[in-house]
Nanobody, 124 residues
């Protein structure tokens, strides 16, 4: 079992930046890809960003490309999501997840462990 705890969410203004963190405990996740997803009220949970086990490959949703950066520190069992130029439409509950395999993955079904989420709210 892997337990994931997200942090770093909050209320900021449009144009500001935030950095989300997700720390894993339990079974090691350093050999697995990891990802960030988000969900707004009334919407499906959507893919945001993913990173391979060694950080060598990343992939982003078109809506965040150029504004968000995913990274990881396997020594700290932590994955990060640096978010800049935030927009009101980025408002959501952000979840991190551990992929079933070693590589980056974009589908929810590719992930088998999920955190509880951290709320990000962007005011206009």
């Amino acid at each position: 079992q892997v337990r994931l705890v997200e942090s770093g969410g909050g209320l900021v203004q449009a144009g500001d930046s935030l950095r989300l963190s997700c720390t894993a405990s339990g079974r090691t996740s350093s050999n697995n890809g990891m990802g960030w997803f988000r969900q707004s009220p009334g919407k499906e949970r959507e893919f945001v960003a993913t990173i391979s086990w060694n950080g060598g490959r990343t992939h982003y949703a078109e809506s965040v490309k150029g504004r968000f950066t995913i990274s990881r520190d396997n020594a700290k069992n932590t994955v990060y999501l640096q978010m800049s130029s935030l927009k009101p439409e980025d408002t959501a509950l952000y979840y991190c997840a551990v992929a079933r395999g070693a590589f980056s993955a974009t589908e929810r079904s590719d992930y088998n462990y999920w955190g509880q989420g951290t709320q990000v709210t962007i005011s206009s």
